[in-house]
């Protein structure tokens, strides 16, 4: 890993070894579908910037010696206030892990000092604010697993 990578945004040391950290696709049930929550960076450009890495899932780097599911559950908390048992999924990389955890409907989100605001938004929103594209491609993989997975448990035994 360069050494230009060897520190988060605010000088704390990240892992050298793969995967270097964690994204956690969170999701809620909502009208009758599934929500997914975004947090817009504070340093992405300042607030009205909508380009890249503007808006992503909560997400970020992995310590050294600390494990891939300690960093999702780390950040998560830390960048939503969010208490949560994120789960992997398939839908990540060998550099960075993607997991997925489902929200309260009345989940308060509380922000850390990266992020100025945060929306709730459909996934074809969520696709089309996540630049990018390969963070769309991964919330996309995620909410195709869940379905797959929902009509898999509501099939005839």
């Given at each position: 890993?360069?050494d230009?990578?060897?520190?988060?945004?605010?000088g704390?040391?990240?892992?050298r070894e793969?995967?270097?950290?964690?994204?956690?696709?969170v999701?809620?049930?909502?009208?009758?579908?599934?929500?997914?929550?975004?947090?817009?960076r504070?340093?992405a450009?300042?607030?009205e910037?909508e380009?890249?890495w503007a808006?992503?899932?909560p997400?970020?780097?992995?310590?050294?010696?600390?494990?891939?599911e300690a960093?999702?559950?780390r950040e998560?908390a830390?960048?939503?206030?969010l208490?949560l048992?994120?789960e992997?999924?398939?839908?990540?990389?060998?550099?960075w892990?993607?997991?997925v955890?489902?929200?309260?409907?009345e989940a308060?989100?509380?922000?850390d000092?990266?992020?100025d605001r945060?929306?709730?938004?459909?996934l074809e929103?969520a696709?089309r604010r996540?630049?990018?594209r390969?963070?769309?491609?991964q919330?996309r993989c995620?909410a195709a697993?869940?379905?797959?997975a929902?009509?898999?448990?509501?099939?005839?035994?």
């Amino acid at each position: 890993m360069p050494d230009r990578f060897s520190r988060t945004w605010d000088g704390l040391p990240v892992s050298r070894e793969p995967p270097h950290g964690a994204t956690v696709a969170v999701w809620r049930a909502r009208r009758g579908g599934r929500e997914w929550l975004l947090l817009h960076r504070r340093a992405a450009g300042g607030p009205e910037f909508e380009g890249e890495w503007a808006w992503t899932p909560p997400s970020g780097a992995r310590f050294p010696e600390e494990s891939v599911e300690a960093c999702a559950r780390r950040e998560l908390a830390e960048e939503t206030g969010l208490v949560l048992e994120p789960e992997p999924t398939v839908c990540g990389s060998d550099e960075w892990t993607l997991f997925v955890a489902q929200a309260p409907p009345e989940a308060e989100i509380r922000l850390d000092a990266e992020h100025d605001r945060y929306l709730w938004a459909s996934l074809e929103e969520a696709c089309r604010r996540c630049l990018p594209r390969v963070v769309a491609e991964q919330l996309r993989c995620v909410a195709a697993a869940l379905e797959s997975a929902a009509r898999s448990s509501a099939a005839p035994k």
